[in-house]
């Protein structure tokens, strides 16, 4: 499984951005798939993810603000980042595993990365 992130850019506090992830290779029912990001300095962290067409799960950060979903005639991901703060600037991967949601939020577990793409947000 290939994975081609996109979508990043520089936007104002309060702003929006939407990323995308195109997974291409051999994609069957049961892919989870994640986005995370990672700051300057900081361990890469679980923002959200998605599975079983439609489950979603976020992480405390991001919710109410962010929307992760789907387009399976696409195999695209997308996550909607709406309210931007400064403090959601980071490089934001996309990720996709097989199997269990249970582990959703636990990088360790995923298996394919997509390149990173840069969101900075300015005060």
């Known amino acids: 499984v290939q994975l081609q992130a996109s979508g990043g850019g520089l936007v104002q506090a309060g702003g929006s951005l939407r990323l995308s992830c195109v997974a291409s290779?051999?994609?069957?029912?049961?892919?989870?798939m994640g986005w995370f990001r990672q700051a300057p300095g900081k361990e890469r962290e679980f923002v959200a993810g998605?599975?079983?067409?439609?489950?979603?799960y976020y992480s405390d950060s991001v919710k109410g603000r962010f929307t992760i979903s789907g387009d399976n005639a696409k195999n695209t991901v997308y996550l909607q980042m709406n309210s931007l703060k400064p403090e959601d600037t980071a490089l934001y991967y996309c990720?996709?595993?097989?199997?269990?949601?249970?582990?959703?939020?636990?990088?360790?577990?995923?298996?394919?990365w997509g390149q990173g793409t840069l969101v900075t947000v300015s005060s």
């Open positions: 998605t599975w079983n067409g439609g489950n979603t």
């Open positions: 290779g051999r994609i069957y029912s049961g892919i989870v």
């Open positions: 990720a996709a595993r097989f199997g269990s949601s249970v582990t959703i939020a636990m990088k360790k577990y995923y298996n394919y």
